[in-house]
């Protein structure tokens, strides 16, 4: 399956991936956690996008469509990718399609997670991130069995410094004057797939899984 996650930050983007690579045994990309990564290790990518991912701005077209084509190329990704955060531009998505292009690979589908905005925001304040793994969990939703601790490696959960109320509300409305136009970008090619996000993670799972065959 070759399949792009679309949604506003909170929609259940990560959440969903997690489980579609489970199911499909592929692999997840999620351009956030690179850049996250880069940005932990101090890599010259790591300072280059260190300024942007702390503001909640879109870090720029070529860098991240450089780092996708590197990871993409991969040879986990021949049969199949759940792309999780990429792409976010029409220039991205128009890189993205030049380079399946001459890859010879085909899209799937592109699902768009739909979430309300004040829902989105109560689920990215309460988003809490294993600071070792990487696990997402919510305070109220979806509660560690230990405050604070991870279920699955036992480390200290955090809170990413753009999950902060302020650069939510930014990072909202980037995603509606940026991403929102590649709705009707892959309208017209026939691949969007439109699911309601406000249901239990299992659902949407469900719902997923049914629009896509
Ligand atoms: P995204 O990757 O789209 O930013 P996440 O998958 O990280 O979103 O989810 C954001 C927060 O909302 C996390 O804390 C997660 O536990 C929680 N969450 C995800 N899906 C749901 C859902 N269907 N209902 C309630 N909370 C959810
Ligand atoms: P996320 O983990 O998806 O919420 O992404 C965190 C941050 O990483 C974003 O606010 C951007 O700064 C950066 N980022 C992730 N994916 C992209 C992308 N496709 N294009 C530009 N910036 C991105």
């Given at each position: 399956?070759?399949?792009?996650?679309?949604?506003?930050?909170?929609?259940?983007?990560?959440?969903?991936?997690?489980?579609?690579?489970?199911?499909?045994?592929?692999?997840?990309?999620?351009?956030?956690?690179?850049?996250?990564?880069?940005?932990?290790?101090?890599?010259?990518?790591?300072?280059?996008?260190?300024?942007?991912?702390?503001?909640?701005?879109?870090?720029?077209?070529?860098?991240?469509?450089?780092?996708?084509?590197?990871?993409?190329?991969?040879?986990?990704?021949?049969?199949?990718?759940?792309?999780?955060?990429?792409?976010?531009?029409?220039?991205?998505?128009?890189?993205?399609?030049?380079?399946?292009?001459?890859?010879?690979?085909?899209?799937?589908?592109?699902?768009?997670?739909d979430v309300p905005?004040?829902e989105?925001?109560?689920?990215?304040?309460?988003?809490?991130?294993?600071?070792?793994?990487?696990?997402?969990?919510?305070?109220?939703?979806?509660?560690?069995?230990?405050?604070?601790?991870?279920?699955?490696?036992?480390?200290?959960?955090?809170?990413?410094?753009?999950?902060?109320?302020?650069?939510?509300?930014?990072?909202?409305?980037?995603?509606?004057?940026?991403?929102?136009?590649?709705?009707?970008?892959?309208?017209?090619?026939?691949?969007?797939?439109?699911?309601d996000g406000v249901q239990?993670?299992?659902?949407?799972?469900?719902?997923?899984?049914?629009?896509?065959?």
């Amino acid at each position: 399956m070759k399949i792009i996650l679309i949604g506003p930050p909170g929609a259940g983007k990560g959440t969903q991936a997690e489980k579609l690579a489970t199911h499909w045994k592929t692999p997840r990309i999620t351009t956030g956690d690179l850049f996250r990564q880069a940005v932990q290790n101090k890599t010259p990518m790591g300072l280059q996008v260190q300024g942007f991912l702390e503001k909640g701005a879109l870090v720029p077209d070529d860098v991240v469509l450089g780092l996708m084509q590197e990871r993409m190329s991969g040879p986990d990704c021949k049969s199949g990718f759940i792309l999780d955060g990429f792409p976010r531009t029409v220039g991205q998505a128009i890189g993205l399609e030049t380079w399946l292009k001459k890859t010879e690979m085909v899209l799937d589908a592109v699902v768009v997670i739909d979430v309300p905005e004040e829902e989105a925001v109560r689920r990215i304040t309460g988003r809490r991130q294993c600071g070792a793994c990487g696990s997402t969990y919510h305070l109220q939703f979806q509660p560690p069995r230990q405050d604070g601790i991870c279920d699955k490696c036992k480390s200290l959960l955090v809170q990413r410094k753009d999950d902060e109320e302020k650069t939510v509300r930014h990072r909202l409305k980037v995603y509606a004057g940026e991403t929102l136009p590649l709705i009707d970008f892959y309208k017209q090619r026939h691949l969007l797939r439109q699911v309601d996000g406000v249901q239990k993670p299992a659902e949407v799972f469900q719902t997923i899984c049914s629009l896509i065959k």
